[in-house]
């Protein structure tokens, strides 16, 4: 009785050699999945993989300059809400104010207008002063320059 050995038998190579290259293949797609990525690292291929790395880079500048430019909009939207809080505020106050150019008015009248009007201005005062964003404040005047992207100027 012959014996029969991988080595010997053609339908045990080319089984064995089949199997090697599904192997082959189920480790670049596992690598695959768990990567997420097709080239995975520059021995893949590494051309593709120096392009994807120059991409990767420039999407992460562009986010941060996306995410400087979004708490700009957000530095902005906060300046506007306090410049709206102030217009309303001092349209009330010039109705308080023309109220009490009213010469027909009591003192007790004419001095509820004048407490009006002085909370009034008090209310313009908190509200400026509490327009900040990054404990920056915003509509106070104290602050002369916002920087939200790098620079030269500094």
Do not use: H, Y
């Not at 014996?3 to 080319?14: D, F, H, P």
């Not at 506007?80 to 109220?99: F, H, I, N, P």
């Not at 209310?123 to 005047?141: E, L, M, P, R």
């Amino acid at each position: 009785m012959p014996l029969n050995s991988v080595n010997t038998n053609a339908g045990a190579m080319i089984a064995l050699q089949n199997l090697n290259s599904t192997n082959s293949e189920l480790q670049v797609t596992q690598q695959r999945i768990n990567t997420g990525k097709k080239v995975a690292n520059s021995k893949d291929n590494g051309a593709i993989w120096a392009m994807a790395k120059v991409q990767s880079t420039t999407a992460g500048s562009l986010n941060a300059v996306k995410d400087s430019l979004q708490r700009g909009q957000s530095t902005i939207d906060v300046a506007l809400a306090a410049g709206d809080t102030v217009t309303d505020l001092l349209g009330k106050m010039k109705e308080k104010a023309l109220a009490a150019s009213d010469t027909s008015l009591n003192t007790a009248s004419f001095n509820a207008l004048v407490s009006d009007f002085t909370s009034l201005r008090d209310q313009i005062t908190k509200a400026v002063t509490n327009a900040k964003f990054n404990g920056v404040s915003i509509a106070d005047g104290s602050t002369t320059k916002l920087a939200f992207l790098a620079n030269s100027d500094g």
